[in-house]
């Protein structure tokens, strides 16, 4: 019923759509037309300040006819019931001293659909200093072209405080298992959604990827890592 209602008022198709559909849906799963228009909508949440974008997100929903109309409605809806609550973001642990240019990284909780399995993922974002597509290329995440499941790289953990039910920090581990790099770590303990930690709990794994934050460029390039789940 509220999805009929909508269509009768198009910014608020779009405004929702804009937000259900920030992590572009692969092709197959929702409509063509949808996933047309959701390229339009990732330029804008990568870049607030380009009006371009901004404008051709409005008219393409404006141009659309009243099947297309409901069909993103619609994908947009069915995206959402499957994400359940708003993400989750989590900060860097020291966030706000970053003055030395630093990359610091915030990481946005989600979750998506491998072989009929939820896997947990984990999207990096700039928070500060020299976060982004360069920095996490220097600390050797592949790139990943969205087509296919990330590599596996067991040198790459995910440290989860078993007791506070919550992230710890992203690393890599050299061959004696000490740290080599780290990569992201909390702010302060975050408890995780009951669902989202069984997923975790489940899978073992989680994909990490990245960059997404405002200031990408329009149509950005992404890497991504399946890191293995240590808890502590």
């Keep these: 019923m509220l999805s009929v209602d909508a269509l009768d008022h198009r910014p608020t198709v779009a405004a929702f759509s804009g937000k259900a559909l920030g992590i572009l849906p692969k092709a197959g799963r929702v409509r063509d037309s949808t996933v047309r228009w959701a390229v339009l909508a990732r330029r804008v949440h990568g870049d607030r300040d380009d009006s371009a974008a901004a404008s051709a997100v409005w008219e393409a929903v404006e141009a659309m006819d009243v099947q297309q109309l409901y069909g993103l409605l619609d994908d947009a809806l069915r995206l959402w019931a499957i994400a359940g609550s708003p993400p989750v973001v989590i900060h860097h642990g020291e966030f706000g001293d970053g003055s030395d240019g630093g990359p610091l990284y915030q990481v946005t909780l989600a979750s998506r659909e491998d072989g009929g399995h939820r896997v947990p993922v984990l999207a990096l974002g700039h928070e500060a200093g020299r976060a982004g597509l360069a920095h996490l290329r220097e600390v050797g995440l592949p790139d990943w072209?969205?087509?296919?499941?990330?590599?596996?790289?067991?040198?790459?953990?995910?440290?989860?405080?078993?007791?506070?039910?919550?992230?710890?920090?992203?690393?890599?581990?050299?061959?004696?298992?000490?740290?080599?790099?780290?990569?992201?770590?909390?702010?302060?303990?975050?408890?995780?959604?009951?669902?989202?930690?069984?997923?975790?709990?489940?899978?073992?794994?989680?994909?990490?990827?990245?960059?997404?934050?405002?200031?990408?460029?329009?149509?950005?390039?992404?890497?991504?890592?399946?890191?293995?789940?240590?808890?502590?």
């Design 145 to 232: 072209d969205w087509e296919s499941p990330p590599v596996m790289d067991l040198k790459w953990q995910l440290r989860v405080s078993l007791g506070a039910r919550a992230l710890e920090a992203i690393v890599r581990v050299d061959g004696e298992g000490l740290d080599d790099i780290v990569l992201w770590k909390a702010a302060k303990p975050v408890p995780l959604s009951d669902g989202w930690w069984d997923l975790l709990d489940r899978a073992q794994h989680v994909e990490v990827w990245g960059p997404w934050a405002p200031g990408s460029p329009e149509a950005p390039e992404q890497v991504a890592v399946v890191a293995r789940v240590t808890f502590r």
